[in-house]
């Protein structure tokens, strides 16, 4: 990640917002069914807004659990001092088994060939491993298929017996929760129900069972079980527009990505812009430099489409998007002859002061907002301020001044 950076002249930052994401915790615990805690997901770098300090702030509002992708991720939590429980779910052969053992993860599994990794693991290290079992209940991805989900439980029951792992959950994840009333959601909870009452028969006592996402938590309490796995909504976005917006859910966007103008010039009717020329001056008029582009995680695809709060009003991208930068054209009225190099361009924000939101850059570039927060890259700062009063606490990836 980003090091050191200065605040003032800063090319491009993101701002992170961690009032608003302990909010979001808050606003989501107070949805969730009874008995059910909470787990952050903070995989790809809380989705692009920072682990560790989001997982502080996650943990400080409330948040019961974390969760990452890869077993990299979640070791990294601990070696900053993260004691929470933290679940990791996509493992590869070869990864760090033993590492995570000795660092108290819980751990998927979701086929045979983990399950001999981590027991050899736990052999190794003298120590019970903590183990997840996934099923596929429906999704089609990760999870052990139904139909081999009696040998895998056996095999996990006779490691338990044998004290080289503890099954500490039961888990699965949903395909289409974000489309209201899809009927395979109701499938997989029939499936899960199933599974769960399959493996407890077997003698497996689960601390946990979960397989709520973000849209699940927010739209069907029945499938919250004993934990809710949020990522998206911690962030303040919707998980889909078909579901409600960010603030009917009483969600606040998180990051607010801003550049500041580059350059300003006047330029001739007809003049071509960026590569291909896909965009020509209508009329004489004033173009803005905006030094972010798609190496920054600025989508290529939204090249024509993509909103700007520039000057006191949302411009369109003129043209290609660039790898480090792009235009719009400011026009000739009032409020553009006031943008000046230095300015602030706003591409999207929590949308209360007139500016885009991560939701309308995924509508231009034909994508959903989970992509846009997660893409953008480590050469943009993220500066982490509090809502709740206002104050910046600290720059950069490296998590200083995330809160305590
Ligand atoms: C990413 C992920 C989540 C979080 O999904 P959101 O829709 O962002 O809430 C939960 N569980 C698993 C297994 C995931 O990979």
């Known amino acids: 990640m980003t090091g050191t950076v200065h605040t ?3 090319r491009g930052r993101a701002e992170i917002d961690l009032g608003a994401l302990r909010g979001n915790v808050r606003a989501l615990r107070a949805r969730l ?19 560790l300090p989001c997982a502080r702030a996650a943990l400080d509002a409330g948040a019961l659990w974390l969760g990452t992708a890869t077993p990299h991720e979640a070791l990294a939590l601990r070696d900053a001092g993260i004691r ?63 139909a081999d989900w009696p040998e895998l439980v056996a095999a996990a029951r006779a490691a338990e017996v044998a004290g080289t792992v503890r099954v500490t959950g039961l888990w699965s994840h949903f395909a ?17 129900h199933e599974l769960v009452a399959y493996a407890e028969k077997a003698g497996i006592e689960p601390e946990v069972r979960h ?31 078909e ?54 995680g600025v989508p290529r695809h939204a090249s024509g489409k993509g909103p700007v709060l520039v000057g ?16 719009v054209d400011l026009g000739t009225g009032p409020d553009a002859d006031a943008v000046r190099e230095g ?16 939701a309308d850059w995924a509508e231009a570039a034909d994508t959903i907002a989970y992509e846009i927060v997660t893409r953008i890259g480590p050469r943009v700062p993220r500066v982490y301020v509090d809502g709740a009063d206002g104050q910046e606490e600290g720059v950069g990836g490296d998590g200083r001044g995330a809160g305590r």
Request: net charge neutral; glycine share 12%.
């Open 8 to 10: 003032s002249a800063l």
């Open 33 to 51: 069914a009874p008995g059910a805690g909470l787990m952050a997901v903070v995989k790809s770098d809380a989705y692009g807004h920072g682990a």
């Open 84 to 146: 929470a429980p933290i679940l990791c779910w996509l493992w590869t052969p070869g990864d760090p088994w033993r590492e995570g053992i000795e660092a108290g993860l819980d751990m998927s599994v979701s086929a045979m060939w983990a399950l001999r990794e981590v027991t050899r693991a736990a052999r190794e290290a003298g120590r019970t491993a903590r183990i997840q079992l996934k099923a596929d209940t429906g999704l089609g991805r990760n999870g052990c298929q139904p």
């Open 176 to 192: 289409c929760a974000d489309e209201p009333g899809h009927p395979s959601t109701a499938a997989q909870l029939d499936v899960f």
């Open 211 to 241: 397989i709520a996402n973000s849209p699940a938590a927010l739209t069907l309490p029945e499938s919250h079980f004993d934990l809710v796995r949020t990522g998206i909504a911690l962030y303040g976005i919707s998980p889909s527009s």
């Open 243 to 296: 579901l409600g917006s960010s603030a009917e859910f009483g969600l606040r966007p998180v990051m607010t990505l801003t550049a500041s103008v580059a350059l300003v010039k006047r330029v001739p009717e007809g003049h071509g812009v960026s590569y291909g020329h896909r965009y020509r001056t209508p009329a004489e008029t004033t173009l803005g430099l905006i030094p972010l582009g798609y190496a920054d």
């Open 312 to 327: 006191g009003e949302v411009r369109r991208v003129a043209g290609r998007i660039a790898m480090d930068q792009f235009v």
């Open 343 to 358: 300015a602030p361009a706003v591409l999207f924000g929590p949308g209360d002061r007139g500016e885009p939101t991560a």
